[in-house]
């Protein structure tokens, strides 16, 4: 069994809307965290990892429109001057995000841990599942960090554009009109991952790579998938969002994709999208 379905079944056990954050109240509360054996990069620093874990929880509030106001972080390390410079960086982001950084706990373990817990003000109630006749719209960067992944050590502009994104990541991508917001995921573990997600009940149909010419001219250069790249991916932490058809899309947002009636599908090309984005005990 894979993390998602266990995931889904603990919710269904729990009675749990699946969502990117819980909701309470007027309340979004989001708890993300990784270990360093599976998820710091050989190019990240200790800070950099402190970071990248606020900015993975900043960017699931974020794309429920929900503002981050607090934040609290457990950090499990071996060393004590590891946990400083991950502290460190959580500081940094914290005041990168605008969010108060509040406390939380310390352990001693074999490697980093690092989990984070934020809460934030809930406009809106934001859930996964689109509905037919929807758009799907997104700021069309993705392919940037599977060739980071990949070809990390090469100095080429669109692998330092990857590493960039990867290193400390910066959600701070403009929101579109809630009023025409049905649906919305993030994507940190692939574009693949976000889309089969949302297709509950629905079919989506992808019309174009949300990507730019200088990815696809590099998988071309380099011998790569410019589809795998695009949609087996992660860590981007680039929005999708669910709009209504009537809806005015304006820029860095394009629309990629559409939604239809159907069985919880993805299509590209006539075809059942073979990718499934990133998980953990696959």
């Not at 270990?35 to 990240?44: D, E, N, V």
């Not at 900015?55 to 001057?81: G, I, W």
């Not at 037919?132 to 990390?152: E, K, M, Q």
Request: hydrophobic share 45%; net charge negative.
């Amino acid at each position: 069994m894979g993390e998602k379905a266990f995931l889904k079944g603990l919710l269904n056990i729990l009675g749990v809307e699946d969502n990117d954050v819980v909701y309470i109240d007027d309340l979004a509360i989001k708890l993300d965290g990784s270990a360093a054996s599976t998820s710091k990069l050989p190019f990240q620093t200790w800070r950099d990892f402190g970071w990248r874990n606020v900015a993975a929880a900043v960017s699931d509030l974020r794309v429920k429109f929900a503002a981050p106001q607090f934040l609290l972080a457990s950090v499990t390390v071996p060393s004590l001057e590891v946990a400083r410079e991950i502290i460190e960086g959580i500081k940094e982001a914290s005041e990168a995000f605008s969010v108060k950084y509040v406390g939380g706990d310390l352990n001693q373990g074999v490697e980093a841990v690092v989990d984070v817990a934020l809460l934030g003000k809930a406009q809106y109630r934001i859930g996964r599942v689109p509905r037919p006749g929807d758009l799907l719209i997104t700021v069309p960067y993705f392919g940037y960090t599977s060739i980071a992944y990949r070809l990390w050590q090469i100095d080429h502009p669109a692998v330092l554009r990857g590493v960039e994104m990867l290193k400390r990541p910066v959600p701070n991508w403009p929101l579109p009109s809630p009023e025409c917001v049905t649906a919305s995921m993030d994507s940190s573990d692939g574009l693949a991952d976000v889309l089969w997600t949302m297709a509950q009940g629905v079919d989506i149909i992808v019309r174009e790579l949300p990507t730019t010419e200088e990815v696809i001219r590099f998988a071309s250069a380099h011998g790569l998938s410019v589809e795998e790249l695009v949609f087996n991916g992660g860590e981007e932490y680039l929005p999708v969002f669910a709009v209504r058809p009537h809806c005015t899309v304006n820029p860095p947002y394009v629309v990629f994709a559409e939604v239809s009636q159907g069985e919880g599908k993805v299509w590209w090309r006539g075809e059942v999208l073979k990718w499934k984005g990133w998980s953990y005990f696959a």
